[in-house]
């Protein structure tokens, strides 16, 4: 038996911080406290592709980055003190820096996921929880979005780490579509190109940080349809495809806030630090910087908040 990739001895192994979360989750619901229950760190300021959706170039600034030394600080103070469950590594391209990821696995056994554009080959690490491979369409249209030849790459390191390591590999490759104007026809293509090859995928929606951002797929008819389609293909793959229904109907319309303010979106429950270590506001794709960008929260897709929102927790 598994439950969202867990085992059952890992479950079993896991106990205290099970018990933390149920504290949160409780005082969440009795007292309204909030805590943060998951992570995110951008550990790396580098990246090697230029997508053209992007939140992450946007706010980009200087070339600082953290050693193992001062990451192994942020995690004590930030995310051990704080009881965070599970941590997701982003960037930039957070394969570019193995040293931090293995001493975030380290501190963080089973409970680290790494977001990755999959170009680079992708290493195996021991209690790693999965790889979350973005894959952004078909391969014209992923490689329109993230650069020619990108998808030829990932390919190839997605299927050589899941033929490499053992008839279990491929559970540690999950798969995150994020949908916009240029892809949004291709959601069930990419369901059949890679569930081969993967354990689970997750859809979330272009956020845009700016009005009229003609990637962002507007509400009405089309979105509808490509949320209903997800639906329906979850029908035929209930295993594979792991937004619950109740996040899929919040993504058809504004779920998280008006205009850059988040409203029922719960920025609180995740933790997000930048590359070098602040915490990011409103959420883990603003910035720890008050004149940065912001997202416009009226319009957002992202998929960590909205299955918070779809499962009961709110701003
Ligand atoms: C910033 S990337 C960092 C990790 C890695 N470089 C990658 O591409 O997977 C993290 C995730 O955010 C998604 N993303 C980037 N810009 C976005 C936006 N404006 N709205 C929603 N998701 C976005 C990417 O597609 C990717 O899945
Ligand atoms: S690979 Fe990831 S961080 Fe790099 S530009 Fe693309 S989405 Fe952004
Ligand atoms: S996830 Fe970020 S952009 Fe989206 S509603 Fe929440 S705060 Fe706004």
């Known amino acids: 038996m598994e439950i969202m990739g867990r ?72 995310f051990k003190k704080n009881n965070i469950f599970i941590i997701t590594l982003v960037g930039g391209e957070p394969t570019m820096r ?98 081969g090859y993967s354990n689970k995928i997750g859809f979330q929606f272009h956020t845009p940080f700016m009005k009229n951002d003609p990637l962002w797929l507007p509400f009405g008819e089309e979105r509808t349809r490509v949320v209903d389609e997800i639906m329906t293909m979850k029908e035929k793959y209930s295993d594979y495809i792991i937004n619950p229904d109740s996040q899929l109907e919040l993504m058809k319309k504004n779920w998280g806030g008006k205009g850059t303010t988040p409203i029922d979106c719960p920025t609180w429950a995740i933790l997000s630090v930048d590359h070098m270590g602040r915490e990011k506001r409103p959420c883990c794709i603003g910035s720890a910087e008050d004149k940065a960008m912001k997202p416009i929260c009226e319009d957002c897709g992202l998929g960590c908040y909205s299955v918070l929102v779809g499962y009961g927790m709110k701003g």
């Open 98 to 195: 193995p040293d931090v990821i293995e001493l975030f696995i380290k501190e963080f056994p089973k409970r680290i996921c790494i977001v990755s554009n999959g170009t680079i080959p992708l290493k195996k690490y021991d209690n790693l929880y999965f790889y979350w491979i973005s894959i952004d369409g078909t391969k014209d249209i992923h490689d329109k979005i993230r650069g020619n030849g990108s998808w030829d790459k990932t390919r190839k390191n997605v299927i050589d780490y899941v033929e490499k390591n053992g008839k279990l590999a491929y559970k540690d490759m999950w798969i995150t579509m994020t949908i916009n104007s240029l892809n949004y026809k291709t959601v069930n293509d990419v369901i059949e190109e890679w569930r």
């Open 7 to 78: 085992g059952v001895k890992q479950i079993i192994q896991e106990t205290p911080s099970y018990v933390h979360i149920f504290s949160k989750f409780v005082g969440y619901k009795l007292f309204n406290k909030r805590s943060p229950v998951y992570g995110s760190a951008d550990v790396i300021n580098v990246c090697n592709l230029h997508c053209t959706h992007c939140y992450w170039w946007l706010n980009r600034k200087e070339n600082e980055e953290l050693t193992v030394d001062q990451w192994k600080k942020v995690i004590d103070e930030k």
